[in-house]
């Protein structure tokens, strides 16, 4: 690092005094602006609709059953994981749950689901596994899976269903019934998910960043034309609410903001969306145009400042999580008469995410932040232990993974934007792991494949490319 953004200097500024500490915490929320979340459910499941669908801490909130619910983690019934909760379905244990939905969508329905390898389970338990419209009673899922093997043998399966727009669903039942299986010991369940497809999300488009008094658009995209609004403005926002599809506001103080909108089909709320603004005091320069693009395992960094004057030096800043950045170089400011073009090579990037931002320094020592971009470094992962196949794919891939040790890992899969389009959480046992994810909801293109254990103590990354 060149310097900590903790010194203390003061500058001054037409609309406050500011120090260069206060300075880096106002500007540090740039890059929550892009972070989309639901309400109530957090990380990787950000669009998931299923009320408690990882029976979080042996809870059965949000299941209903006309018989009962047994719920314990996984080492209860021969699994390896005493954190990660499960439920059984067998003879006597049946589960429901009504979710709410918005008719026009395309939405993706997954579980995990595998024998119990215990002695008493019958040699291939089943379940039947049913979504259905709680209006029209169209089945739109209505499944029978078999579960065979003596072993503990995780399987992810996923459908894909479309509700049509004129339809009079509101909401969907997804129920979990046993079949083939005369005992109380049967098949075990867990990362039960309904969420809009990864082709077209519902997300907050509109400004990330903004400054005072600037009126800014926000809309909700790949929303149904059927749905209702209910938008709410925090700091300050004029106005401080809404029921638009595309309304406008504009803060009058700086800091960190929040726009929330809670979208519903007329009978029930689907889900609340956020989007995190920063609102800035007016900059002295306007940096535009800032991109990068990747050379091998280089970031190559390109921005305009349109109108400089006054100025020190650009300081290129990079952070691995989007959140804890780093000085990692400086470039003087030409402070010319006319747009100047700045560009800056990154010979050290990490493996994965590489978020960037500007911080430019003026010669009264004020701050001023750009946007954050990311770039994803694919190329110098380590990617020998794993191997993807068909490469190309159409509708299933496949990976095989050599694991030293067995755990729940993150998979994940990016666009070439680095935007995460896929996610979910898989099993590896010790040694060769194969399994597979489907990707036919996916647009054509290439993508990156990535497994990662939380702690990041390992990550395997392979490219691939849909047909």
Excluded at 183 to 210: C, K, M, N, Q, R
């Amino acid at each position: 690092m060149f310097w900590p953004d903790s010194f203390g200097i003061l500058f001054q500024n037409p609309n406050r005094m500011i120090t260069l500490k206060q300075s880096a915490t106002l500007f540090n929320s740039l890059i929550l602006a892009a972070t989309l979340q639901l309400t109530g459910v957090a990380g990787l499941h950000a669009q998931n609709l299923v009320t408690n669908s990882d029976f979080a801490g042996g809870s059965s909130t949000g299941w209903s059953t006309s018989s009962s619910i047994e719920i314990n983690p996984q080492t209860t019934y021969g699994g390896p994981s005493s954190s990660i909760y499960v439920t059984e379905i067998d003879v006597e244990r049946t589960i429901n749950q009504q979710v709410c939905i918005l008719p026009g969508l395309t939405y993706t329905f997954t579980y995990q689901a595998t024998r119990r390898p215990q002695t008493g389970t019958p040699a291939n338990p089943g379940m039947v596994v049913k979504v259905t419209g709680t209006t029209s009673n169209t089945n739109y899922v209505n499944s029978t899976q078999l579960y065979g093997g003596t072993t503990w043998n995780p399987q992810t399966k996923t459908f894909s269903i479309t509700v049509p727009a004129n339809s009079t669903d509101k909401r969907l039942n997804i129920q979990f019934s046993s079949t083939n299986n005369s005992t109380t010991y049967g098949v075990i369940i867990w990362d039960i998910e309904l969420a809009p497809a990864a082709g077209s999300p519902l997300s907050i488009s509109g400004p990330s960043s903004s400054a005072v008094a600037v009126l800014n658009s926000y809309s909700l995209t790949n929303a149904p034309a059927s749905t209702s609004y209910n938008w709410s403005f925090s700091g300050g926002g004029s106005p401080g609410s809404s029921t638009n599809a595309n309304p406008s506001v504009s803060w009058a103080s700086t800091g960190s903001k929040t726009v929330s909108v809670a979208v519903s089909n007329g009978v029930c709320t689907m889900a609340t969306y956020t989007k995190t603004v920063s609102v800035q005091i007016p900059l002295p320069v306007d940096i535009t145009g800032f991109s990068g693009t990747m050379a091998g395992n280089n970031a190559q960094l390109t921005w305009v400042s349109e109108k400089e004057t006054g100025g020190r030096y650009f300081v290129v800043e990079r952070s691995s999580n989007g959140i804890d950045f780093d000085s990692i170089g400086v470039v003087s400011s030409k402070n010319a008469q006319m747009a100047y073009t700045y560009q800056y090579t990154d010979r050290s990037m990490s493996v994965g995410n590489n978020y960037y931002r500007l911080r430019h320094v003026d010669l009264d020592n004020a701050v001023y932040y750009s946007k954050t971009i990311v770039l994803n470094n694919a190329v110098a992962s380590n990617s020998g232990n794993m191997q993807v196949y068909p490469n190309p794919a159409a509708a299933t891939l496949n990976y095989r993974i050599t694991s030293e040790k067995a755990g729940t890992v993150i998979l994940q899969v990016y666009n070439t934007a680095g935007v995460m389009v896929l996610s979910s959480r898989v099993q590896l046992s010790t040694g060769i792991s194969q399994q597979s994810i489907n990707i036919a909801q996916l647009n054509n293109g290439n993508y990156f494949l990535k497994l990662a254990d939380a702690q990041g103590a390992f990550q395997y990354t392979q490219t691939f490319v849909k047909l």
